[in-house]
């Protein structure tokens, strides 16, 4: 079983399958315990007897133990880390021509009833951009410029460039944005779960 295969798994099914190592585990100690004795020659009854010297065990058993330790503990680490539905499709590349700034409103992970403004960008020289739409210093929802050439906030009246670089204006920083990437087959990606402040103001 590959990482990829664990990462495409639900949460509950990565739960099961950590009790199913757990489980498998207790039988292995078990069997191990069972090695502590050892049966007299005549079968009157049963002595308890040392363990065998490390590297008598039987190699199976330390292989086994060793690996579903490391297999637990790769589980756990995925679940720590698991982002149920925290990549969106926002559209394919062909919606998004070269020097275009398309507004959208992706679902928020976890809560697909919200919504996140986000300002796709398709910048000729460094490509796309998915900038967050609130502005933030006032957190008021911006609105692309086509004459200017910019993204304004209508509440404070901060500016932006294109791509998202701080202008003028009480905001405190560039803007917010968030990882996007374009597949092989066209689809945009944005991951919402990963949130980067933008550069603070000189």
Excluded at 24 to 29: G, K, W
Excluded at 178 to 184: K, Q
Aim: aromatic share 6%; hydrophobic share 35%.
């Amino acid at each position: 079983m590959t990482r990829d295969d664990l990462e495409n798994r639900s949460k509950s099914e990565l739960i099961d399958l950590i009790l199913q190592q757990e489980s498998q585990i207790a039988e292995l100690q078990a069997q191990l315990v069972q090695l502590q004795f050892a049966t007299k020659p005549d079968g009157d009854d049963r002595l308890p007897a040392t363990l065998p010297a490390p590297g008598r065990f039987p190699a199976a058993f330390k292989l086994i133990l060793i690996a579903s330790g490391i297999f637990a503990c790769a589980i756990a680490l995925i679940i720590v880390n698991f982002k149920p539905g925290a990549t969106t499709s926002a559209g394919r590349a062909p919606d998004f021509p070269p020097g275009s700034v398309v507004t959208l409103q992706l679902p928020r992970p976890g809560t697909p009833d919200q919504f996140v403004p986000i300002f796709v960008v398709n910048d000729p020289v460094v490509g796309f951009l998915a900038l967050h739409g609130r502005d933030p210093g006032s957190n008021c929802q911006m609105r692309w410029v086509p004459e200017t050439g910019r993204i304004e906030d209508p509440c404070s009246g901060s500016k932006y460039t294109r791509t998202g670089e701080y202008i003028s204006g009480p905001s405190p920083r560039s803007l917010d944005r968030y990882p996007i990437t374009v597949g092989e087959n066209g689809d945009v990606v944005v991951d919402l779960s990963t949130f980067q402040p933008g550069q603070p103001r000189e």
